[in-house]
C-alpha cells in the first residue's frame, strides 16, 4: 500500500481501513488512487471525493509519487488544492529567485528544525534543477548572498518579534551580495513556507515515517507501471526503481548520467571552495558529491540523496523558541494586529513586489478558516469558529500577535491543557514532537480532525512570520 498515516487513531465507525489492493494489480481508476492513499476511509460528501481524486491523480501524474503531506492534506481536498497551487506556484512558476536557490532556501528552513523529510526532498529537486552539488556541503559552500539570508531565517524560525528593518536593511544594502526587494519577498515567503510545513510534518508524523525508513523517494506505485502513461491507459517498459519522485522515466536517466559524469570528472581533484564565492545566483555547477552527507547509489535503487546530517546548514543551532514574555513586558513589543494585518497592508505589500502570490496565500489562509469543525468544536462546548479563532489566536499569542478585539480568556476555556501543551510543542518546538504525544493528546480526535487542526498550526504560524517580516520590509521602505 502507498504509505499509511504513522500515528494510527482509534476505530471508529465513520472511518473504516482501506482496502487491500494487489501489488500488481491494474488501475482502476481514481477512486483506487484514493483508497489506497488515505489511512482511513472519511465521510466526505460526493464532491470532495471527487476533487481529492482529482488532486491525487494530478500529483501522481505531475510528480510520480504521492508524498505523505500530499496524502494527509487529502483529507480536507479545498485546503489541499488551494495548498498544492501555492506551493507550485513559489517553486516553479516565474518569479524573482532562481529555481536551485529555491530549493536550497526550503532547506535552510527546514533544517531549522531538523526536518530531514523536507531537507531530503530538496536536496534531489535542487540537483533536478541544476543546483550546484557543493552547495549541499553546507553554508560554507554556498554564495556569501545567500549564506547572508541565514539570519532572518534563524529569526523568523524561532524568534519572529525581533526581526527589524534593520535586517532588511543589512540585506539590501551589501554592494554586490545585495538583495532586491522582491528577491527578498519571494524569499521570505519561502522561509516562512517551510518553517510552518515543518510543523505539519512533524505534527502529522511524516518526520517519524522518513526516520522508520518508509522514504517519500520510494516508488509508490503498485506493480512495475510508469506513471509517464498510465494515466491514458498505456503502460511503458521501464520499471518504477524508486525513483518516483521524477516527473518521468526519461528525467531519471538523464539525472543518473550527470551524477555519473560529476564523479569521474571530480574523481581525485582537490575540493575546492571557489564556486562559493560567487556574487550571483549561479543556474548550477558541478561539483564531487561525496563526504558531505549525500550518497549516490550507482544503480538508483531507492534514494538518489539523502541528508546524514543537517547540521551543516544550520547557524547558531542553541538559537530557538523563548516564550513572548507575557508578565510585565514592554507593551511597544507587542505586535497589534489593528496597526499592521495582513488583510490591510501584508497583502498588498506581497502582491505587488511578487506577483499575484498575494492572492494565493489570501486563498490559503481563507480556505483553512472556511474547513468545518462542527465534532471538534462541540466536544469542546462551542461553537465552530469560536474553536477555530482560539486556536489561531493562541499560536498568534505565543508569537506576541494580539488582537484587541479577542477575549483571550477564551483560550483557557475551550482548549484543554493537554491540547494547548501539543498544539505549542508543533508550532514553537516542532522537532520536539513525538508519535507518543499525537497519540495521548488526541484520543477523543479523528484523524481527519487531527489534520485539520494541524493545517490551522500550519497557516497562522506562517501568518505570523509573514507580519514580522512584512512589517520590517513596510518599515524600511518608509524610512
Known amino acids: ?226 506513471f509517464c502513461e498510465s494515466a491514458s491507459g498505456n503502460s511503458c517498459n521501464l520499471e518504477l526503481l524508486g525513483q518516483g519522485s521524477l516527473d518521468s522515466c526519461v528525467e531519471l536517466e538523464s539525472l543518473r548520467e550527470r551524477i555519473q559524469r560529476i564523479h569521474l570528472e571530480t574523481e581525485g581533484r582537490e575540493e575546492t571552495s571557489n564556486d562559493a564565492e560567487e556574487t550571483s545566483f549561479p543556474k548550477g555547477g558541478r561539483g564531487s558529491a561525496i563526504g558531505f552527507g549525500l550518497f549516490f547509489p550507482s544503480d538508483f535503487d531507492g534514494e538518489i540523496v539523502r541528508a546524514t546530517d543537517l547540521s551543516c546548514y544550520v547557524q547558531d543551532p542553541d538559537f530557538g523558541y523563548q516564550d513572548f514574555a507575557r508578565r510585565d513586558e514592554d507593551q511597544t513589543q507587542l505586535f497589534r494586529v489593528q496597526d499592521y494585518s495582513w488583510e490591510d497592508h501584508g497583502f498588498s505589500l506581497v502582491n505587488r513586489l511578487y506577483s499575484d502570490v498575494g492572492h494565493l496565500l489570501d486563498e490559503k489562509f481563507r480556505t483553512v478558516d472556511g474547513l468545518q469543525s462542527n465534532a471538534m468544536a462541540k466536544r469542546q462546548g462551542c461553537e465552530s469558529s469560536v474553536f477555530k479563532r482560539g486556536i489561531w489566536n493562541y499560536i498568534h499569542c505565543m508569537f506576541g500577535i494580539r488582537y484587541d478585539d479577542y477575549d483571550y480568556a477564551e483560550v483557557n476555556h475551550f482548549l484543554e491543557r493537554m491540547l494547548k501543551v501539543y498544539i505549542k510543542t508543533v508550532t514553537c518546538y516542532p522537532e520536539k514532537t513525538s508519535p507518543e504525544m499525537f497519540r495521548r493528546f488526541w484520543k477523543q480526535f479523528k484523524h481527519s480532525e487531527k489534520v485539520h487542526v494541524n493545517l490551522l498550526i500550519l497557516e497562522a504560524r506562517m501568518q505570523a512570520e509573514l507580519l514580522y517580516a512584512l512589517r520590517a520590509i513596510t518599515q524600511y521602505m518608509i524610512s
Open 1 to 226: 500500500m502507498l504509505g499509511l498515516a504513522p500515528f494510527q487513531p482509534l476505530s471508529d465507525p465513520q472511518e473504516t481501513p482501506t482496502p487491500q489492493v494487489k501489488a500488481n494489480s491494474c488501475w482502476s481508476g481514481p477512486a483506487l488512487i484514493l483508497g489506497l492513499c488515505l489511512p482511513q476511509v472519511v465521510k466526505m460528501t460526493s464532491s470532495d471525493q471527487e476533487r481529492a481524486q482529482f488532486l491525487f491523480v494530478k500529483a501522481l501524474a505531475s510528480r510520480g509519487r504521492l508524498e505523505a503531506v500530499t496524502q494527509q492534506m487529502g483529507y480536507h481536498p479545498q485546503y489541499l488544492d488551494s495548498f498544492l497551487k501555492m506551493q507550485h506556484y513559489l517553486l516553479h512558476m516565474d518569479g524573482p529567485l532562481p529555481f536551485a536557490c529555491r530549493h536550497y532556501i526550503a532547506i535552510m528552513a527546514a533544517a531549522r528544525h531538523q526536518c530531514w523529510y523536507l531537507v531530503n526532498l530538496h536536496m534531489l529537486q535542487f540537483l533536478r534543477v541544476g543546483g550546484d552539488p557543493q552547495w549541499l556541503r553546507g553554508l560554507d559552500f554556498m554564495p556569501p548572498k545567500l549564506r547572508n539570508l541565514n539570519e532572518i531565517n534563524k529569526i523568523l524560525a524561532h524568534r519572529p518579534w525581533l526581526i527589524s528593518k534593520e535586517h532588511i536593511e543589512k540585506l539590501l544594502k551589501i554592494s554586490e551580495q545585495s538583495w532586491s526587494l522582491a528577491e527578498l519577498v519571494h524569499a521570505v515567503v519561502l522561509v516562512a513556507h517551510y518553517h510552518a510545513l515543518a510543523s505539519f510534518v512533524f505534527g502529522c508524523g511524516c518526520e517519524q515515517e522518513w526516520l522508520d525508513g518508509r522514504s517519500i523517494l520510494k516508488s509508490t506505485l503498485p506493480g512495475n507501471q510508469c
